[in-house]
């Protein structure tokens, strides 16, 4: 690992425990507004936010920062770009203002588009998943790799419903239509970062999503491939962090999971 991945892993890792921390600490005292219709926004994702922007644009004032709460990003803004972080400082805000404990922190490391550095952290389950680039992936610093479950009717599935229903591809519903019968059985946990790295430790074999920001996805992209798994667009094809589509399984079940979403109205549409 060159040291200047070595470097940003440790500090990301720092990050995510410290934010991990207020988000607990301040649990009780949280603001709750509203970004749209259904999308909640807190105190808590704007001060881990903070948080996490402050450390690392501390320690690496070169590189540039896209959090949930300050702007995001987008392909344009991204392309060309030489060193960039992507976060989601609050992953989950419904769980977390619910008092459900499937919420969690992205931070995701780009170096000329690629991801390098995958961190997520579930701080009330004391969970801490990592990747880098070739070098595997890792929980609380134990190697993990994807299921080895290769038939549908065996395979658990996670899927989310866009809070704006998307123009193409409605709320979902047709979709969990078609693979419901199909599968063992389906979760919708309310995380999509959460979700990817469950793919990657095996707890799912499958999840599917559309509707999702580059800040979900960027992190748990690199640990579901890290840990043997494959990820791409609803058409199989490659993985476009902006695209808003996600498909992320243990890749034996891949091109069934594909055939089932062909079948829905958001098919093969590229987003
Ligand atoms: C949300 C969660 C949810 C997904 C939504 C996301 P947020 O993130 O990941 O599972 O279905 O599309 O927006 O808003 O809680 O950071």
Not at 146 to 155: G, N, P
Not at 195 to 212: I, M, P, Q
Request: proline residues 3%; charged residues 20%.
């Amino acid at each position: 690992m060159s040291e200047l991945v070595a470097k940003r892993l440790q500090v990301a890792l720092q990050a995510a425990k410290e934010a991990g921390d207020y988000l607990i600490r301040i649990k009780r005292e949280i603001a709750v507004d509203k970004k749209g219709a259904r999308d909640l926004v807190t105190t808590a994702d704007r001060g881990s936010e903070a948080i996490i922007r402050q450390i690392l644009i501390n320690e690496f004032p070169e590189d540039v920062f896209f959090g949930e709460e300050s702007g995001g990003t987008d392909a344009a803004a991204f392309s060309g770009l030489e060193r960039v972080w992507i976060v989601d400082p609050l992953d989950g805000t419904t769980n977390y203002v619910r008092g459900f404990t499937d919420y969690g922190i992205s931070i995701a490391f780009y170096e000329k588009g690629r991801p390098l550095i995958g961190v997520i952290a579930a701080p009330e389950k004391g969970e801490l998943f990592q990747a880098v680039a070739g070098q595997g992936a890792f929980l609380n610093g134990e190697p993990i790799r994807v299921s080895q479950v290769s038939t549908m009717i065996d395979a658990l599935v996670a899927t989310g419903f866009p809070y704006e229903p998307d123009e193409r591809g409605g709320n979902n519903t047709d979709h969990v239509a078609n693979i419901v019968p199909l599968i063992h059985d389906l979760r919708r946990m309310g995380a999509a970062a959460l979700d990817l790295a469950s793919v990657a430790c095996g707890r799912l074999d499958g999840f599917w999503e559309f509707g999702l920001s580059a800040w979900d996805v960027a992190a748990g992209i690199l640990l579901v491939q890290e840990a043997g798994g494959m990820v791409s667009g609803f058409a199989g094809e490659p993985v476009n962090i902006f695209a808003g589509r996600i498909v992320a399984t243990n890749r034996l079940i891949h091109q069934l999971l594909l055939a089932a979403l062909a079948r829905g109205q958001t098919g093969f549409v590229a987003k």
